[in-house]
């Protein structure tokens, strides 16, 4: 496997984005969406493009 040694895939830095007003009114949301964020790594964010991109699925 090739190595993005030049950085050419940006890093992602995933993370929610919610207003004030909504996590305000809703503060649980910010334990639910804490899993998902920690899951979708670069890594993991590269394959799932990948499996559109590439593979079409």
């Known amino acids: 496997m090739l190595q ?3 950085r050419y ?3 992602y830095n995933v993370a929610p ?3 004030q007003k909504v996590l305000d ?3 649980q ?3 639910l969406l804490q899993p998902v964020s920690d899951k979708l790594t ?3 964010l ?3 493009n990948a499996q559109v991109d590439v ?3």
């Open 4 to 6: 993005d040694d030049k």
């Open 9 to 11: 895939f940006p890093a």
């Open 17 to 19: 984005a919610i207003s």
């Open 25 to 27: 009114k809703y503060p």
């Open 29 to 31: 949301l910010r334990d």
């Open 42 to 44: 670069d890594e993991v």
């Open 46 to 48: 590269i394959d799932l």
């Open 55 to 57: 593979d079409g699925t």
